[in-house]
């Protein structure tokens, strides 16, 4: 099992920042991948960013240029920098971890935090 832990959530007014962590705890050791997703009030859940074991990176094309995706192995922590930030990202961001271990695969989310962005 893994838990995921979000934090960093709040208001912020456009063109302003916010930090986003996720604190990861359990079976870390083999994580594939972690990715932040957001939902949206009456929209579908969708992937914002994602990072894999070698640093690799994909963000979705509204978010490019302005969030940035890391992670701390040392801290089991994974980030979301999110900068610029625009009325339309207001959602409930959700860290989301995929662990591929010798029994299968396995996907895990954290709770959610809720970020509103206000014009």
């Known amino acids: 099992q893994v838990q995921l832990v979000e934090s960093g959530g709040g208001l912020a007014q456009a063109g302003g920042s916010l930090r986003l962590s996720c604190a990861a705890s359990?079976?870390?050791?083999?994580?594939?991948?972690m990715a932040w997703y957001r939902r949206a009030p009456g929209k579908q859940r969708e992937l914002v960013a994602r990072i894999l074991s070698d640093n690799s990176t994909i963000y979705v094309d509204s978010v490019k240029g302005r969030f940035t995706i890391s992670r701390d192995k040392a801290k089991n922590t994974l980030y979301l920098k999110m900068n610029s930030l625009k009325p339309e990202d207001t959602a409930v961001y959700y860290c989301n971890a995929d662990r591929r271990a010798p029994e299968g695969s396995f996907e895990y989310w954290g709770q959610g935090t809720q970020v509103t962005v206000s014009s």
């Open positions: 359990g079976r870390i050791f083999d994580i594939y991948a």
